[in-house]
Every structure is written in C-alpha cells, then in structure tokens.
C-alpha cells in the first residue's frame, strides 16, 4: 500500500540545510497497524504528513497503492487525500462552529457525497460510537475522549483505505485514551490499514509493528 524509498526531508536556512528524515526506506502492505515512535522533534509527524499527502518529500520516492506520488499534481492530492487517507490528530481538531453531526458530515460534503446517502452514513457513525444522543451538541460541550471519538467518525465516515492518528491519545485521560486505541485496534481488525504516531510503548504494543525516527533516520523493531 504504501512504499517510501530513500526519503529525505530538510529545511534550508541562510547558511545551513537541516535534515528532518534521512534516506528513509518504509514498506507498508494493506491491513497494517504500525506506530511511529521516537523523541520530540525526530521527524515523526512530518513523516506521517508524507504519507497523507500533507507534505513532500525533497528526495526519495513516494508511492501509494502503486502510484508515484509526485507524479499527482496538486489537485489530484487532495483529492486522492480526501477520498483515501483518514486523519486524526492529537488536538481533535473539530470545527467549534459546528455541531457534532456536522463535523462527522464535513468530509462527505467535500467528496460531493448526496445528501440521502450522508444522512445515512453519519447515523451510522453516530450509532456505532454510541454518540447518538450527542449529535446536536458543539465539541466544547465534550468531553475529550468524546471528542476524540467524533473526530474519529469523521476521519472513518468515508470509508478511507488509511487512517492516519498523530497522537491520537496525546491530550486524554489514560481511560478515555485506552478507550480509542481499542477502538483503533478493532477498526485495524476490521481491515482498516492504521499509522499511529505515539510516544507510549504501551499504545505502541495495540499495533502489530514498531519503527523508530531517530536524528531523522529509521529504524525497525524486531
Ligand atoms: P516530531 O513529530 O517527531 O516531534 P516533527 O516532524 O514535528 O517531529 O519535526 C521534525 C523537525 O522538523 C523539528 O526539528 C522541527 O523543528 C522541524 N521542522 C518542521 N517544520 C519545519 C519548518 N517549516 N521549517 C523548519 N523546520 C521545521
Ligand atoms: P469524561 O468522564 O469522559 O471526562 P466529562 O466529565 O467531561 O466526561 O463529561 C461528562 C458528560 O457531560 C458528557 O456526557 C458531556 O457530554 C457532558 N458535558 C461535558 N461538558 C459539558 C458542557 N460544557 N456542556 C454540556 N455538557 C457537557
């Protein structure tokens, strides 16, 4: 599903090029739930922002179900973000303006989703995550693993083939924090193909597989 190839990453200032990733090789096949680990500032996000299309690499190959990344032009990549790769971050991210229903409808909006077919698609979300009865609320009258469970709804409503979780439980209580890596864990049961950054070895240990960024280089668990 996912190939980087010799990936570089690097930041030029006035008399100096930082390197963030460095010659970094990954494979990742359909199915997977890997966690990226390694210290602050090891290039982990940038990394995961590659995979979503988010950010570009300024060397190495990227491909995507078979598709050179750099061979998409702009619009494809939103496109092919939107309609593929799932994203949820440490900080939630909702939209405060909007009510719980209509953060979960905002992607299928964007993919020109019909109106019947979203209405169906949310309510299935809202059921699944048992958040019925929290539909018309606004996420600052959340709690943050409630909040973190929407975001998930919305991340999932599309059916991505990828879900993509920067910290995913960075800002919970540890109860509501084992509540979403279980629920990841179950989508990656499914069949949902799942990349999680995260600094806890025991979030880590809900994937099948562990890599470490350090200095911007890569390098696998056993
Ligand atoms: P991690 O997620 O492992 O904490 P990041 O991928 O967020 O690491 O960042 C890796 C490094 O890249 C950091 O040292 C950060 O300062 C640097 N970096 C990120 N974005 C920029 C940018 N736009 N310009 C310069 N340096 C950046
Ligand atoms: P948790 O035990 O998951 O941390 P909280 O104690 O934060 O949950 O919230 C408990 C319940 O109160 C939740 O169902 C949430 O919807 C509701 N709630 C929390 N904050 C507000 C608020 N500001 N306004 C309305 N309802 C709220």
Known sequence: MIQLKNIDKYYDAKFQR??????????????????????SGAGKSTLLNI?????????GEYLFL???ANQL??????????SHIGFIFQAFHLIEEM????????PLVYRGVKGKERKALVAEMLDRFNIVAKKDLFPSQLSGGQQQLVAIARAIVGSPKLLLADEPTGNLHSEQGQMIME?????????????????????????N??????????????
């Open 18 to 39: 930082t390197f963030v990733l460095k010659g970094v090789n990954l494979d990742i096949n359909q199915g997977e739930f890997v966690s990226i680990m390694g210290p």
């Open 51 to 59: 995979i979503g299309f988010l950010d570009e690499p300024n060397e």
């Open 66 to 68: 078979d598709q050179p």
């Open 73 to 82: 032009k702009e619009k494809q990549k939103v496109q092919y973000h939107r």
């Open 99 to 106: 009510n719980v229903y209509e953060n979960i409808e905002t």
């Open 183 to 207: 629920l990841l864990k179950k989508l990656n049961d499914e069949g949902m193909t799942i990349i999680q950054v995260t600094h806890s070895e025991e979030n880590a240990k809900y994937g």
């Open 209 to 222: 597989r562990i890599v470490r960024l350090k200095d911007g280089y890569l390098k696998e668990d056993e």
